[in-house]
């Protein structure tokens, strides 16, 4: 395959875990969450490859081996195609 190597990319995230007052119209505090939200796997796949792969954290020997997994494919990538990723996914793969 010639052309630059691209990477199709997708992560899932679990929620935050909070202590709240009220289900609606409310403000939570940092003091307030129990755990907070992260990345818990990323889908992958090489254009033009027919192998999906799946890097999950628990898969990866937890959470640190999953996100290093992660930034290892897109370090060896030159495009990154994604949906939603701009304003989603790169922020939260930044942020781990």
């Not at 691209?6 to 969450?33: C, M, R, Y």
């Not at 992260?38 to 254009?47: D, H, M, N, S, T």
């Not at 799946?54 to 640190?64: I, K």
């Not at 990154?80 to 781990?96: A, I, P």
């Amino acid at each position: 395959m010639s052309g630059p190597k691209t990477l199709v990319l997708d992560i899932e995230t679990a929620p935050k875990i909070v202590s709240a007052w009220s289900l609606f119209k409310t403000t939570i505090s940092v003091n307030q969450i129990i755990e907070p939200g992260r990345v818990i796997c990323v889908g992958a796949k090489w254009l033009g490859d027919r192998r999906t792969m799946l890097v999950a954290e628990w898969d990866e020997g937890g959470h640190r081996g999953m996100v290093e997994r992660a930034w290892d494919l897109v370090n060896d990538c030159d495009v990154v195609v994604h949906y939603n990723g701009t304003s989603f996914d790169r922020k939260w793969l930044n942020t781990e």
